[in-house]
C-alpha cells in the first residue's frame, strides 16, 4: 500500500480559501487514481462523501456537485502529492478531509470510496460563519 500524508487544513472564514495536499509514498504514485473525501461532523467515518477525484495521468478530474466550480484537485507525479484547492468555502465545507489512493482504477476516476485502498489520517478543514 502507498502511505499518505495530508496538510494544509485549518480555521477560515467563509468565502476564503485553502490548498490541501496529501504527500505519498511506498509506492509508484503514478499507478493511483487520487481521490479527496470527508467525513462532516455528526457522521461516521465510514460514511465519508466524496468530494473529488484525478486520474493517473492527472488528465481526468471529478467533482461532487456540492464543490464543482469551488475546488479544484490536481496532482504532481514527479512531487508524488495530490493537491485540493478549495475556493469560496462555506460553513457546510467544515469536515475532516481525507486523501485516498486507488489502485485498481486504471483510466478515469471513481467516486466509491471502497474502491480506494489507501487513506491518510485526515486533515481538519473548520469554515467560521
Given at each position: 500500500?502507498?502511505?499518505?500524508?495530508?496538510?494544509?487544513?485549518?480555521?477560515?472564514?467563509?468565502g476564503?480559501?485553502?490548498r490541501?495536499?496529501?504527500?505519498?509514498?511506498?509506492?509508484?504514485?503514478?499507478?493511483?487514481?487520487?481521490?479527496?473525501?470527508?467525513?462532516?461532523?455528526?457522521?461516521?467515518?465510514?460514511?465519508?462523501?466524496?468530494?473529488?477525484?484525478?486520474?493517473?495521468?492527472?488528465?481526468?478530474?471529478?467533482?461532487?456537485?456540492?464543490?464543482?466550480?469551488?475546488?479544484?484537485?490536481?496532482r504532481?507525479?514527479?512531487?508524488?502529492?495530490?493537491?485540493?484547492?478549495?475556493?469560496?468555502?462555506?460553513p457546510?465545507?467544515?469536515?475532516?478531509?481525507?486523501?485516498?489512493?486507488?489502485?485498481?482504477?486504471?483510466?478515469?476516476?471513481?467516486?466509491?470510496?471502497?474502491?480506494?485502498d489507501?487513506?491518510?489520517?485526515?486533515?481538519?478543514?473548520?469554515?467560521?460563519?
Amino acid at each position: 500500500q502507498v502511505q499518505l500524508v495530508e496538510s494544509g487544513g485549518g480555521l477560515v472564514q467563509a468565502g476564503g480559501s485553502l490548498r490541501l495536499s496529501c504527500a505519498a509514498s511506498g509506492r509508484t504514485f503514478s499507478n493511483y487514481a487520487m481521490g479527496w473525501f470527508r467525513q462532516v461532523p455528526g457522521t461516521e467515518r465510514e460514511f465519508v462523501e466524496y468530494v473529488a477525484a484525478v486520474s493517473r495521468s492527472g488528465g481526468t478530474t471529478d467533482y461532487a456537485d456540492s464543490v464543482k466550480g469551488r475546488f479544484t484537485i490536481s496532482r504532481d507525479n514527479a512531487k508524488n502529492t495530490v493537491y485540493l484547492q478549495m475556493n469560496s468555502l462555506k460553513p457546510e465545507d467544515t469536515a475532516v478531509y481525507y486523501c485516498a489512493a486507488d489502485r485498481t482504477t486504471s483510466l478515469g476516476v471513481t467516486p466509491n470510496s471502497y474502491e480506494y485502498d489507501s487513506w491518510g489520517q485526515g486533515t481538519q478543514v473548520t469554515v467560521s460563519s
